[in-house]
Structure formats: structure tokens, C-alpha cells
């Protein structure tokens, strides 16, 4: 394991765990060498404009920790900012949730057990957020 390793399991944890903030289903996150991947799913009620805000959110989270490794990232919040979604609205929501304490502290919970598991499926995800959940209680 390396720093660049632990940049990957800290970039996919800010996705998974914002993610998780807007209640999308969480289905797995992998980390590999030089690259990884968190795969979620949206939710499908409420506006659409709203959902895309989120997503957009989603997609920077990890932004304000490392721009390091987030330019596909910032393609696709360009897509989205094609759509319609204001970019100042989503930076905005993104700075805010990343400054959340309890954000913080589930990011660094799956970030370390990303580190050492290089798959977490979406169930393993779920059990982790309400650990960290139960803990905070």
C-alpha cells in the first residue's frame, strides 16, 4: 500500500458516502492500482433538475479534499452543468456537505476499510455508513 493508494480509497469514500447523503443505493466501490471506481444508483422520484443537483454534488465531493484524479469527475459536472445545473448551486451544496462533521467521519470509516479491502459490496457499505451511524448515538 501507498499514498496513492490511500488518495483512490479517500476519493471513492467521499463519492459513496455523498452519495449515501442523497439517498442513492450504494452497490459497490472498488479500488485498484492507480484508478477506482464507486458504483451507485440515484434515486428516480422528486424533480429531475434536483436529482441532477445531486448528482453533481456527488461527482465533486471528493474535489475539495484532492483536485488530484477527479478530471473525469469534472467532465461529467460539465455535462451537467450542459443540462442545466448551475455550477455555483452545486459547488455551493458540495462545500457545505463536505465541511459536515458526520461526513467527515464516515468518509475516513470506509476510506480505511477501502484501503485494506479493495471491493466493499453495496451491503458492506450500508452495515459500515450505520456503524458509523450507531457509534455517533
Known amino acids: 500500500m501507498n499514498g496513492e493508494d490511500l488518495r483512490i480509497a479517500h476519493h471513492e469514500a467521499c463519492h459513496i458516502v455523498a452519495a449515501h447523503n442523497y439517498g442513492w443505493?450504494?452497490?459497490a466501490v472498488l479500488r485498484g492500482r492507480h484508478w477506482g471506481m464507486s458504483l451507485s444508483s440515484p434515486r428516480k422520484d422528486g424533480v429531475a433538475?434536483?436529482?441532477a443537483l445531486d448528482a453533481a454534488v456527488v461527482l465533486l465531493a471528493p474535489f475539495f479534499e484532492d483536485p488530484?484524479?477527479?478530471e473525469d469527475d469534472l467532465r461529467d459536472v460539465d455535462g451537467l452543468i450542459e443540462y442545466g445545473v448551475s455550477l455555483t448551486a452545486a459547488w455551493h451544496a458540495a462545500a457545505?456537505?463536505?465541511a459536515n462533521p458526520e461526513y467527515r467521519r464516515k468518509v475516513r470509516?470506509?476510506?480505511a476499510v477501502?484501503?485494506?479491502h479493495t471491493?466493499?459490496?453495496g451491503e458492506e457499505l450500508e452495515l459500515l455508513l450505520a456503524?458509523?451511524?450507531e457509534q455517533q448515538s
Do not use: P
Open 114 to 116: 477501502l484501503y485494506k
Open 119 to 121: 471491493i466493499l459490496s
Open 25 to 27: 443505493r450504494l452497490n
Open 109 to 111: 470509516a470506509i476510506e
Open 49 to 51: 433538475a434536483e436529482r
Open 96 to 98: 457545505k456537505l463536505v
Open 131 to 133: 456503524l458509523q451511524k
Open 68 to 70: 488530484t484524479g477527479c
